[in-house]
């Protein structure tokens, strides 16, 4: 009887180690299951972090990209414009490929232009031979506007230097300019350049609301002369600087 006691309660020693051991072996696997639910749960938040991360850093990117464009477009339209000289009609004062700035303040604020300013407008497309004046196209809708005025897609401009604003009676005879009866002097001029009666307005009085220009270089500048008084509003700045080649920055003496 003792043996059979003594090897029951063996048996039931046995029986809660094993037990033990089992009931380990569940906690461990339930640990291990948990554990590994947290670090998939863990690399899920780190995968979303890093796709918020880079979503927010691409945002953030566009974002800096719409304000450095919207800040450049609003500089260049309503303060300066850097621009590259493509002609010579202004020899010997602006010469070809020299880089200028156009100021276009006085363009935002309405402000006045006057005899010797050197400005920058858009080629025109006709000419009002009966008024003496140039003739440009409308502008349709804000996308033309944006597209043909702000980023000046496809836009050709002239350089030239106002001679006449409106209400002055302009005369070119054997190479001198008269402005209001008046022979001006125009010492920007390379010495013993005449001034030829080019074109059809050689003798014209200057409406209210338009300006009469000329480019230094007499012989080599279409202008007033040709196509007639320019409009204000068509004037997109005045030249000011000169900012290329840097020998030469500075300035613009009028």
Not at 3 to 20: S, Y
Not at 21 to 43: D, G, L, P, Q, S
């Amino acid at each position: 009887m003792e043996n059979n006691q003594g090897q029951n309660e063996k048996e039931l020693k046995n029986d809660e180690i094993v037990q033990e051991v089992e009931n380990k072996a569940v906690n461990n696997e339930e640990r291990t299951f948990v554990e590994k639910n947290e670090e998939e749960k863990n690399k899920k938040t780190k995968k979303e972090k890093v796709k918020k991360s880079i979503a927010r850093e691409t945002m953030e990117w566009i974002g800096s990209f719409f304000i450095a464009f919207a800040a450049a477009v609003i500089i260049k339209y309503f303060i300066f414009t850097p621009t590259l000289v493509k002609q010579g009609s202004m020899t010997p004062t602006i010469l070809d490929g020299e880089r200028v700035l156009i100021n276009k303040l006085v363009k935002t604020f309405n402000g006045e232009y006057k005899r010797g300013d050197i400005i920058t407008f858009e080629q025109p497309v006709g000419v009002d031979f009966e008024n003496g004046v140039a003739e440009y196209n409308p502008i349709d809708g804000f996308r033309e506007f944006f597209t043909h005025e702000v980023l000046e897609v496809g836009k050709v401009s002239y350089i030239k230097r106002v001679i006449g604003i409106a209400g002055d009676h302009v005369y070119i005879e054997n190479g001198e300019v008269f402005v209001n009866g008046e022979n001006i002097e125009e010492p920007y001029l390379q010495d013993d350049v005449i001034t030829p009666r080019k074109g059809e307005f050689y003798d014209i009085k200057v409406p209210e609301g338009y300006v009469f220009a000329m480019g230094d270089n007499r012989e080599g500048s279409t202008d007033c002369r040709v196509f007639g008084c320019v409009p204000l509003n068509e004037i997109e700045g005045r030249v000011t600087y000169r900012i290329w080649p840097l020998k030469a920055f500075g300035k613009i003496d009028k």
